[in-house]
């Protein structure tokens, strides 16, 4: 068995492999190529926690596995992590567990790729203004992802909580600066969305955070935060404008974004405004951006089958590249 740290699945995984197995996996999830039962939550009432079981298996990659990830308030007063997250990886024609990997920074790249393979599909090839919303800790993917996909000049970013917009964007300056990437923070939502290209929201917002008005024609939107009907970062006005929405599982999305949930149940519009699933576009049943002045927009909530194909990728790359520490149990 193989033990790989977040340090050593950076130095395996880059952004732009990481992209395109995210393209592969919402192909073959759309294909219907994929088993992704229903998660599994425990309630540890005595601790206030949830801890939440996720498997997937997709044949065609020889992707098995199984993310746990928990969510325990009270970790913060304790100095731990709020939500731990462990991947766990199988050999498909065993069951055996190959390797335990770091399941946060497995959902961060995997998130990041996800929004990065939309915006590579779906964004103006010209796009040089990007704007970030939230600063939180998926953010630092989110931008590389971003940046990955397009040679912008300059990125915005946005936060509620100011300090943390200002020390991301440090941060991230101090970063991107060598790439040529200005990296500045906005007022609001609405100053960092003015005449961007690229827009990416991934915040724990529960009413939108910037007006639809604000986006211009031709812009690419990807919404990542809202995975819970009660929480909303999208205008419902922007899926009016768009000319294109994707997201990236139907089901998933309309069970569970208040992104599409709140603007569908005030019958605003109905579940047709969808496009298309991202992974239909992938496999060219559906049309993506037909104009320079489309708007598109990508929602996602996340999916099981992004955890093991990502998985099964960093693994591989790690047994080539002799990275981890093996070990018996
Ligand atoms: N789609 C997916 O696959 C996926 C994967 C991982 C996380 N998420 C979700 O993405 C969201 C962000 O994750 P995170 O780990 O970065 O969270 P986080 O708590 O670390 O950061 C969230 C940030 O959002 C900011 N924020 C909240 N309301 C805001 C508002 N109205 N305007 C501007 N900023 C606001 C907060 O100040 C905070 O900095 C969460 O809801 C998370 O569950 C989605």
Do not use: C
């Not at 790989?4 to 197995?21: G, L, W, Y």
């Not at 498997?55 to 308030?73: H, M």
């Amino acid at each position: 068995m193989r033990l790989i740290t977040k340090e050593e699945m950076r130095r395996v995984f880059s952004m732009n492999e990481a992209i395109e197995a995210m393209k592969q996996a919402f192909r073959l999830f759309s294909e219907g190529r994929s088993v992704v039962p229903l998660r599994t939550n425990i309630d540890v009432g005595k601790y206030e926690g949830q801890a939440l079981f996720m498997p997937a298996y997709v044949e065609e990659t020889q992707s098995l596995g199984l993310k746990i990830v928990s969510v325990f308030p009270g970790n913060a007063k304790l100095g731990k992590p709020v939500v731990p997250a462990t991947m766990v990886h199988m050999d498909s024609r065993t069951g055996e567990v190959l390797a335990i990997m770091d399941g946060t920074y497995l959902t961060q790249v995997r998130t990041g790729a996800a929004a990065g393979a939309a915006t590579d599909l779906l964004a103006r090839k010209d796009a040089t203004v990007g704007a970030l919303i939230g600063a939180g800790g998926q953010s630092s993917a989110q931008l590389e992802a971003m940046l990955t996909a397009r040679k912008l000049k300059e990125v915005r970013i946005f936060d509620a909580d100011e300090t943390r917009a200002k020390e991301t964007a440090k941060t991230q300056g101090e970063i991107w600066e060598k790439a040529g990437v200005r990296i500045v923070t906005s007022k609001s939502g609405e100053e960092a969305v003015d005449g961007a290209d690229v827009i990416t929201t991934v915040t724990t917002a529960k009413n939108p955070v910037f007006p639809a008005e604000a986006v211009k024609k031709g812009a690419h939107v990807n919404g990542i935060g809202s995975y819970r009907p009660d929480m909303q970062e999208m205008p419902p006005g922007l899926f009016l404008k768009a000319q294109k929405v994707f997201v990236e599982s139907r089901e998933a999305v309309l069970a569970e974004s208040g992104d599409l949930i709140n603007p569908i149940g005030k019958g605003l519009f109905t579940e047709k405004i969808i496009t298309g699933e991202l992974g239909e576009l992938i496999a060219g049943k559906v049309v993506g951006r037909e104009n320079d002045g489309d708007i598109t927009v990508f929602k996602t909530v996340g999916i099981g089958v992004q955890d093991v194909v990502a998985a099964g990728e960093i693994f591989r790359k790690a047994v080539e590249k002799g990275v981890g520490t093996e070990f018996d149990l």
